[in-house]
């Protein structure tokens, strides 16, 4: 019987992925994932078949995945983390009896928070603005609700030509419970070639400079910036 591994690649390159990672890619004999992240790691699977779909093929990656693995070692890959928006809880409810580790990885949050600062050093949440498998109505009730518990929040999927409202009227439900001068920042392609930054306050958030490749991070009624760094005091008495 063979195994299954299922990866978070982290953001991009070898440089952000775990040692585990590594490991289980170069352990693999077959490589399982979507076809654009493949990119990201092809200097680890040279030689290893390759099995990749397009975007929105998650079902058929995640079969595949489970009937390769019952003759084979496989990666699965994910990028960012593997348990958070990524492969790990649809192949686990798919899977039957198949031998299967999850493998942590960089989440995109992380990612975009390292280059900013410190924005998430208190209780954060990150919530995917993608209603493609939740009901956008849910998905403004969990951002009224963070919002109202002061979380820092991270969003996901913030915005796309489908849905080019949305992010809009979140930031405006989050306006309702935190003041205009609260940090919101903008890190597209966290960690890899094309890295960019902006850095608002609520009270002049432009949502033109967010895609689909953006992170956006709201601070809570502590955050603020200092010399260009964002940050979430933990509430040390300094």
């Known amino acids: 019987m063979g195994k299954l591994y299922v990866v978070g690649i982290g953001p991009g390159g070898q440089e952000h992925m775990t040692l585990k990672a590594v490991e289980a890619i170069k352990e693999s004999n077959v490589i ?5 992240y493949m990119a990201y790691i092809e200097h680890l699977i040279e030689g290893k078949q390759v099995v990749s779909t397009g975007m929105k093929g998650e079902e058929e ?3 595949q995945a489970l009937q390769l693995c019952k ?3 496989v990666a699965i890959i994910s990028t960012g983390e593997a348990g958070i928006y990524g492969m790990a809880g649809l192949i686990l409810e798919m899977a039957q009896g198949e031998e299967i580790e999850v493998v942590p990885g960089v989440t995109a949050s992380s990612a975009a928070a390292s280059v900013l600062g410190a924005p998430l050093m208190h209780d954060n949440c990150n919530i995917s603005l993608s209603d493609l498998l939740t009901p956008y109505e849910l998905i403004k009730k969990r951002i ?20 080019p409202h949305y992010l809009m009227e979140c930031i405006n439900i989050i306006r309702e419970y935190r003041n205009e001068n609260t940090p919101v920042s903008v890190v597209k392609n966290a960690l890899r070639p094309g890295q960019e930054i902006y850095n608002f306050i609520l009270g002049n958030f432009d949502d033109s400079v967010v895609d689909m490749m953006s992170i956006v991070i709201i601070g809570n009624s502590s955050s603020y910036y200092k010399e260009g760094k964002f940050l979430t005091p933990r509430g040390y008495k300094l």
């Open 61 to 63: 990656r995640c079969r």
């Open 32 to 36: 399982v994932g979507y076809s654009k």
């Open 144 to 163: 009224r609700m963070a919002a109202d518990g002061d979380f820092v929040i991270s969003l996901y999927n913030p915005k796309s030509i489908g849905r």
């Open 71 to 73: 003759d084979n070692t």
